[in-house]
């Protein structure tokens, strides 16, 4: 049976090199495979899951919306972030997951040796990526979440959908981004980084060295604001991590499977050769 990542363009995407060996190593005769759809055909994705001729799917750019719209069962996640990435049936229905948000936690707890509990934190950006993020921080008991973004309208949409919860929320200004020393984590959700020359502007005046700057973007491996926080002296991390997490969640809702840390490093060594 098939499992595919969906999107479009979805190119790009290394979900197949990574889930591929997994369904390899665990005798799986599965394969995963990118699939660019369009949006008519969604439907007909869920359709095909609920009557098993696919296992699952991964969603990416731009129809996690969409899937959140479309689905009747939606977890907790999901129905937080408004956005779903993955897709699997349990009990012969077809549920919607968000793992954006496990897999960067898990990966600050497994690489960095971090907890978000308590934390102070810096998120820049408001888009899908951010809502699947901050949920899980606030799952994961963080102390505050202050967001950053270009478009203020996005800032306090994103607000609006998380208040009422013990975490505390707040805004800066895209234009002035100088987080004060409480700041204990800064996490970038945007895509700037991705082309080589992007930077933010960042004033660390005021940051102690315990501060770590984490950016989703894993191509390139380092981006420019990551090399210009170890430059200060910080730790910083890229997104590979994330990458592989979410993906280890995804297998786990489609096969029951707990990856090992074994199984986690290997696909992450071989996402790095092939990057
Ligand atoms: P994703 O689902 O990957 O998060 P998205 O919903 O398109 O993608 O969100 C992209 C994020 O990157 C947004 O926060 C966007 O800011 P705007 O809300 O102002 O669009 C941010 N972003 C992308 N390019 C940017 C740029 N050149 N400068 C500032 N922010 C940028």
Known sequence: MKIYVIGKPVKHSMSPIIHNYWLKKYSKSHVYEKKEVCKDSLKKIIEQIKNKKIVGVNVTIPYKK??????????????????????YLKNDNVYG???????????????????????????????????????????????????????KIRCHQLIENFKNNKTKLDKMEWQK??????????????????????????????????TIYSDIIYNPTKTRTMKSFEEKGFLTQNGLGMLIFQAAEAFRLWFGINLTKQDINEAKRICETTN
């Open 66 to 87: 969409d899937f959140y719209n479309l689905l009747e069962n939606l977890s907790s996640n999901a129905k937080k972030s408004k956005a779903v990435n993955t897709l």
């Open 177 to 210: 981004i100088e987080p004060s020393r409480e700041i204990d984590l800064i996490i970038n959700t945007t895509s700037i980084g991705m082309k080589e020359n992007e930077q933010i502007s960042i004033n660390t005046k005021n940051l102690e060295k315990k």
């Open 97 to 151: 997951e968000n793992t954006d948000g496990i897999g960067y936690c898990e990966a600050l707890k497994q690489e960095m040796n971090y907890e978000v509990k308590g934390k102070n934190i810096l998120v820049l950006g408001s888009g899908g990526a951010s809502f699947g993020i901050i949920s899980e921080l606030i799952n994961r008991k963080a102390s505050k979440i202050i967001v950053s973004n270009r478009t």
